[in-house]
């Protein structure tokens, strides 16, 4: 199908090789349900206190000194203005999303202005060089993040062109992008940024503009990339992500956001130069990154120390690190590999990280931000300094502009259009209409209710193809589709997908019945720092069990659900919680410690709990964890010894 | 008992308030054994190697170029001084241990000269400020380690004159202290070292000299801490273990090394004021560390990250930190905690932190060092930059020399006397002498063995009192005494000692047969990164798997024990480690890991593992991994699912 209206944060080209293609701006409208409370908190509180924060805390004010016109200091981050570009990128999707606004439209016009004055004539633009250190550019690109800057500015500059029609940034961004072809391209400067970004930044100034030029570059530098370029840090060429091609890596190692903002530029270049060894290899890695290195939460980076990856099946609940940021660009990876690929699981892993670790980083009101995503608390914690409750904002203020550029475009996730027709990938409340004549209304709950009714308000006259995600945890026989009233098969395509082929009439009805019942969810027995313990699934929602929802008098830890029995739901209100939640109850024993004295280790009869009591242990969805107080919380609760380890199947040879 | 012979690195006054006092120096002469190992290569590789390192790493340079006798710049750490003096120390107790040896001596008394000169007239000295910040002189405090390297200067000062009575040094050190003291006495400066260690070193050199206004000095930034005077660190105050005073902290947080140093000076401060508060709050923080922040190797810092303390119960086995220093610090922390009580339980967290935490810092070659402990490896681990395999030396090179001066100086922790007679802390093969005539001869394989015959050699000819420190993990009905050929009882007494009440007669023999079966070690239920695992241990060693011993295509990570068999020792060679070892054979199971595609997670029988064969695991001593390749090691491993999780006793209301 044809692109028509202005397109949204990943476009394609027509020439790409890319199996599935994203709808337009305007294609899907969120009509409610909890992506609809995300976007209104988004644009009524985060967007607004963004951007009066990028000016009380003269993150701006370092592009106003760059342009002399005004005095002072530089302050902040070294890449303090991907703050600035970041929230200007927030600010389009914002403006797509919910249409004219006075204000906002007066920051981005400002602030364009800004960035345009600051930028030197032949293209440069970095506040931090320009006012702090005029004679060290492109001298520390190991950690300057100069290029990464270059990236969000690019990003911020296409998506305000895209979503506003007003070229303005995207003219600094050309320029700038002009300016980087010129230093860098082949014969040129051979670095390379420590903190990837401009690649897939690149890409897409390619796809908006057509310049070649931004497409080899982002190529040139995917392959620069493992082979020392980006210079010398004591943290590791791996912390750079420099440590081996991505032609040849096969699972991600490093700083995790920097990895995972290269894989979305190596799918992006692969798409667009039709490159499937590279494409290929970035599949590899990211199939050994979900199977090794992903929290439940869609989480990325078990380290604090570097913000990163630890080895495979290092996935410790309480100081794993599950970077905000890490989770936007496994988003954007993962959606790039759904478009190339057509395949449900990365679909499946956009979601499951959507609802958990994305929606986890903001507090109900839209005014508090996790950078580090736990999947546990303990009691009388000492976090470390990244962690703990959520705050304000942060001196390092990537996280919160970075989730309210994706939540701003989430409408961009939700479905996806082929040759054949329309692929449903994210189940919102919203109307959908595509380029040729298709438009649908999708009717839902989830994910608190599994059940999704499609409307076709709008059908050309020829037949195509419905395409519905079924997500991977809810089983084809638990799951039921009904097609315009009668019941249809629920049979996944080779892709994940179930597939409607029909000559649709206006009104036809596709109703889709998830199975969003609870769910026992036990670790691979290879996660030694998850062994024996049980967590709760619902749907896409991974809950956590908070102190504060257990019985009177029961510690948190020593909860041990027994696994054995069907874990219920209960909708109920919490204060401090919006509305009514649905809880999810389940049977645990309590463990009783014996006396601690001396070492924690000893002769199985001094270190064995005993089981005193069962009681009702009560979930809550993990993206709603930490807003009524700073207690304890646990994703994974260990198994009551009553019921033993896991059932061992025994193959004597 | 009056002390007569020159101290060593303890000697509390005669009016400290200490149950037990150290020998002095070369009263316990160790006669060979694993100790006796470790100090010869010690002496023959370690300290030569330092010693050369301290000039070709420009380290000594430093002091010289301060001392205004070589040109050049500042190299290496702030803090580089103290590896100087640190080495400095390990030459003295080296000297002491070994007796002359004119290389060392000359080392020494020329190390001095440079010191001495580069000292300023009023005391101050501190290369880094003198050479490349001489305007920020306790400026930095935060940072600087002004304070830490005094401490250093002083502990070096002080083994030089005990260990060589050549006092040039002391001198030195004294300057320093008496600037301290004037610049820092109450209504002087204000501030706090970032990194405590002068006050235990001020303590000290009370001790050894009298003079008192250390003695307050040390008691005055001692109750300082706490309070904020160290400043500020982005990484919070209790990095600095200036969060909480001493009086009234709980448990140890932070920086692992600075806490545990601080502990040491509080003891000695509680210890020499007879502040029976103050010690009893070092008693409940050493309580809570071991039963919920300790190792099972006795190593301390769970986190890579700013090297600190975890919470209650986070121990991971392959993230933990357990610096060298730490234990060497834990140890000096233990040893005067059993000095001020006689309790046994310090005692034994000494011989526990010795024979796995230090002793597996070191290679058997005694030229390449740990830095950090881990109890897991992984195999193809991405270790953080401390981690890793062994290396030859560190820019912040504070690990080699602490473990150098903790072995020269090892007869000092192996007995103590009281008013009542000797008490055996360790059992190392040792020739004992006290000041007042009794002398000892200690035979004995421990630990490889059990048995440890002990035989008077003099005695005075009233009776005396031997008490033999009896393990925790040595239960009496597995533990064995005879008494001059006669069986005696094995009772401990109420602080863990087996008393031997005698009118001894010269060729008299005491024999102790401690239980050094292997034994199955479990975790307590609430420490999440080991539950449901098994560990092997064996007398005060703790034993790990390497892969390199499993068998030919057993993944060490597919290794289940059954825990209900009886484990067995087989005493072999194998290439790499020294003479034969006695290892631990024990049946295990191996793990058929499902095949691994998606997530990790899954219901129950996606994730359990089957149980494909049986096998014969084994174990090594923890101080002997990593000596032959860089394979997988674990200390803890998963208990087969066979036979089910930990027994639950169920006490139903």
Not at 325 to 352: K, M, P, Y
Not at 536 to 561: H, K, N, S
Not at 588 to 610: E, F, K, M, N, W
Request: net charge negative; glycine share 8%.
């Amino acid at each position: 199908m044809t692109q028509l209206k202005p397109a949204g944060p990943v476009a394609p080209s027509a020439a790409a090789a890319v199996r599935l293609r994203p709808l337009g701006l305007g294609g899907v409208r969120v009509t409610g349900g909890l992506a609809g409370e995300w976007q209104r908190r988004t644009r009524d509180v985060t967007v607004p206190r963004a951007v009066e924060l990028i000016v009380s805390t003269g993150t701006l004010r370092n592009l106003e000194i760059a342009a002399g016109e005004a005095e002072g200091v530089f302050r902040g981050m070294h890449f303090a203005d991907s703050d600035v570009t970041k929230v200007l990128e927030a600010v389009a999707w914002q403006l797509a999303a919910h249409g004219p606004d006075a204000a906002l439209e007066e920051t981005a016009v400002r602030w364009a202005g800004v960035l345009e004055r600051a930028q030197r004539p032949d293209g440069y633009l970095n506040s931090w060089i320009q006012v702090a250190a005029p004679d060290r550019r492109y001298a520390d690109l190991v950690s300057s993040h100069e290029l990464y800057c270059y990236g969000h500015l690019i990003q911020a500059g296409v998506a305000l062109d895209r979503a506003t029609g007003n070229d303005r940034l995207l003219a600094v961004a050309r320029r700038a992008a002009d300016h980087v072809v010129a230093e860098f391209r082949r014969g040129g400067r051979a670095g390379l940024d420590g903190h990837p970004e401009i690649e897939t930044a690149l890409v897409e100034l390619y796809r908006h503009t057509g310049e070649r030029s931004y497409l080899d570059q982002a190529a040139q530098f995917v392959e620069r990339r493992g082979h020392g370029f980006a210079g010398e840090s004591d943290r590791g060429s791996v912390y750079l992500v420099d440590h081996e091609p991505a032609r040849t890596a096969t699972t991600l190692n490093g700083h995790a956001v920097r990895a995972l903002y290269l894989e979305a530029g190596v799918v992006d270049v692969a798409a667009e130069t039709g490159d499937t060894e590279l494409l290929a290899a970035s599949i590899r890695r990211w199939d050994d990154t979900v199977a090794h290195k992903t929290a439940l939460t869609g989480g990325h980076g078990s380290r604090h120390l570097f913000e990163a990856f630890g080895d495979r099946d290092e996935l410790p609940p309480d100081q794993s690190y599950n970077e905000t940021c890490a989770a936007v660009a496994s988003i954007h990876w993962s959606w790039r590999l759904l478009l190339a690929t057509g395949e449900s699981r990365f679909a499946d892993l956009v979601e499951r990280t959507l609802y958990n670790t994305v929606a986890a980083s903001t507090n109900v009101h839209g005014d508090r931000f996790f950078y580090v995503n736990a999947l546990q608390r303990r009691p009388d914690a000492t976090p470390p300094p990244k962690g703990g409750r959520r705050r304000p904002w942060f001196r390092c203020a990537c996280c919160p502009p970075n989730v309210a550029r994706l939540i701003g475009s989430l409408g961009h996730y939700a479905a996806t259009t082929s040759d054949d027709g329309v692929q449903l990938q994210l189940f919102l409340p919203a109307e959908i209409e595509t380029n040729d004549g298709v438009r649908l209304t999708v009717a839902t709950a989830y994910p608190d209710d599994g059940r999704i009714r499609v409307t076709v308000d709008q059908t050309p006259t020829r037949p195509w193809r419905l395409e519905l995600r079924l997500p991977a945890w809810s089983a084809p026989d638990h799951t039921a589709l009904s097609v315009a009233g009668a019941p249809a098969d629920v049979r996944p395509d080779e892709r994940g997908y179930l597939v409607v082929d029909r000559l649709w009439r206006p009104g036809d009805t596709v109703e889709l019945d998830l199975d969003v019942a609870p769910r026992l969810t036990y670790p691979h027995h290879r996660l030694d720092a998850l062994r024996g313990t049980i967590a709760v699934e619902r749907g896409p929602l991974v809950y956590c069990f908070e102190q504060i929802d257990q019985p009177a008098g029961v510690t948190l830890d020593d909860l041990a659900p027994t696994g054995d029995d069907t874990p219920t739901t209960r909708r109920e209100s919490s204060p401090g919680l919006p509305g009514p939640v649905t809880f999810v109850d389940l049977a645990a024993d309590v463990l009783a410690a014996r006396p601690r004295t001396g070492l924690p280790y000893g002769a199985a009869p001094a270190t064995d709990p005993a089981v005193r009591a069962r009681v009702v242990a009560r979930a809550v969805p993990y993206h709603l964890w930490d807003n009524r107080d700073g207690g304890a919380m646990r994703v994974w609760l260990p198994r009551s010894p009553r019921h033993g380890a896991a059932s061992a199947t025994v193959i004597e040879p």
